[in-house]
């Protein structure tokens, strides 16, 4: 949901350097472009779903669990493992009456 310099910046969790600086640049920036970057926001998140979410994170949990190899711990390829899971059964919400 986030897009680099669009609707918000992204950094690498560990990096206090980097989200400081981000956190003085938008700090720094004139009210029109923080406005800009909410209205973009706001755009992108209209028409996401619950389905899009699902998707998403089981995206996000696939590339946790190759991206870390052998090197997780049994838990944290059993909580990866289970967020792929819950992700996938949620794709199939369905409407219910009114």
Known sequence: LVR???NGFTFAPADEAHLTALLGHVAAMPDPERARM???SRELIAGYRPEDFAREMDRAAAAGL???GRSLS???RLVLGALRL???????FQTLPE
Do not use: M
């Not at 819950?86 to 199939?92: K, P």
């Open 74 to 76: 049994p838990g944290g």
């Open 38 to 40: 909410g209205e973009a």
């Open 86 to 92: 819950a992700a996938r059964r949620a794709t199939s």
């Open 66 to 68: 190759r991206r870390a």
């Open 4 to 6: 680099d310099g669009a």
